[in-house]
């Protein structure tokens, strides 16, 4: 690898990010690839610890803007310690969810304004932005369907259905404005078919920089 790959995962709840993120990794380790796979909020000691306040369910009176900067303040710890020291090491990087994440559900869903969002985040990620994303779009129909299968939910799982289409709506303006950087990957069809898709997409980014 000439450098570095960073490719980052998003998709409203019950998408399958992680199933196929985590499907990806194994398809690239037995390729032969130096890979490593890490998830958001967490990957790290620290942000893990971010991550339990951020999604416990007894935190219902969390305010969006505190909400904001832990996202903000996880993403800058799991940065430092897990992403750049493997782009500095020439891995490629699979991340389930960065900063599209925080522009959906806290820039256009809790209201708070894109703007201010990326400008917060601008700051925990000086300017390391993914080479490419991957946005597995599901309806909300389907994904609250998914998430009902999945069982035990997190503090933001509980929102209303309002809240998960609005993040929805959050991703179509993202899908549109990065159209250089976010590749929409139909999540509805059977997983054999997305994950043969995602990682098509993710080995023109992979081949492109050996």
Same mark, same amino acid.
């Given at each position: 690898?000439?450098?570095?790959?960073?490719?980052?995962?998003?998709?409203?709840?019950?998408? /399958? @990010?992680?199933?196929?993120?985590?499907?990806?990794?194994?398809?690239?380790?037995?390729?032969?690839?130096?890979?490593?796979?890490?998830?958001?909020? /967490?990957?790290?000691?620290?942000? &893990?610890? +971010?991550?339990?306040?951020? %999604?416990?369910t007894?935190?219902g009176? !969390?305010?969006?803007?505190?909400?904001?900067l %832990?996202?903000?303040a996880?993403? #800058?710890?799991?940065?430092? &310690?897990?992403?750049?020291?493997?782009? @500095?090491?020439?891995? +490629?990087? %699979?991340?389930?969810?960065f900063?599209?994440?925080?522009l959906?559900?806290?820039?256009?869903?809790?209201? +708070?304004?894109m703007?201010?969002?990326w400008?917060?985040?601008?700051?925990?990620?000086?300017?390391? !932005?993914?080479? #490419?994303?991957?946005f %597995?779009?599901?309806?909300?129909?389907?994904?609250?369907?998914? !998430?009902?299968?999945?069982? &035990?939910?997190?503090?933001?799982?509980? &929102?209303?259905?309002?809240?998960?289409?609005a993040?929805?709506?959050?991703?179509? +303006?993202?899908?549109?404005?990065?159209?250089?950087?976010?590749?929409?990957i139909?999540?509805?069809?059977e997983?054999?078919?997305?994950i043969?898709?995602? !990682? @098509?997409?993710?080995?023109?980014?992979?081949?492109?920089?050996?």
């Open positions: 690898m000439k450098k570095g790959v960073f490719i980052t995962f998003e998709g409203n709840d019950g998408a /399958g @990010k992680t199933t196929v993120c985590q499907a990806v990794y194994q398809k690239l380790q037995k390729q032969g690839y130096d890979v490593l796979y890490t998830r958001e909020p /967490g990957g790290s000691q620290i942000a &893990e610890k +971010i991550r339990d306040i951020l %999604l416990d007894k935190n009176a !969390m305010d969006p803007r505190t909400e904001a %832990l996202y903000a996880s993403r #800058r710890q799991h940065l430092v &310690e897990k992403v750049l020291p493997a782009l @500095k090491n020439k891995q +490629i990087v %699979l991340c389930d969810r900063i599209d994440s925080s959906a559900y806290q820039g256009y869903a809790r209201k +708070i304004g703007t201010s969002i400008s917060i985040n601008q700051f925990a990620i000086d300017g390391h !932005m993914p080479d #490419r994303t991957i %597995l779009s599901v309806s909300t129909k389907t994904g609250q369907k998914r !998430m009902d299968m999945r069982g &035990e939910k997190n503090r933001l799982d509980l &929102e209303a259905n309002d809240f998960h289409q993040v929805r709506q959050g991703y179509e +303006i993202l899908c549109e404005q990065y159209k250089d950087r976010i590749v929409v139909d999540a509805e069809p997983l054999s078919i997305v043969d898709q995602t !990682m @098509k997409s993710v080995l023109e980014v992979v081949h492109a920089n050996e």
